[in-house]
């Protein structure tokens, strides 16, 4: 189990790409942890921030090495995990 999840928490860090792929990430990023219960299709990160869902996701991708699915999942199962834990006695 802590092999599976180590790591998992770390912050967004950018390591190559330019000063606008870096700003798309950390809007999209930012888009998904606010609307975290809101996101019903990713798409509509695409349209909220006005561009096409292929270029955000190539972009992000290349940034993180996260797909924005994948990015999406991760924050799903860290909320269920957290919610979890405070219902725990």
Do not use: C, H, M
Request: glycine letters at 4%; proline letters at 2%; charged letters at 25%.
């Amino acid at each position: 189990y802590r092999n599976f999840f180590e790591g998992w928490e770390r912050e967004y860090v950018p390591q190559y790409g330019s000063d606008q792929s870096r700003s798309i990430v950390y809007d999209v990023i930012n888009y998904i942890d606010v609307n975290l219960y809101k996101v019903i299709d990713l798409s509509v990160i695409a349209t909220e921030l006005n561009y096409s869902y292929s270029y955000l996701s190539r972009v992000f991708s290349q940034e993180t090495g996260l797909s924005i699915q994948e990015y999406f999942n991760k924050k799903r199962f860290e909320k269920a995990v957290e919610l979890l834990k405070r219902s725990l006695p």
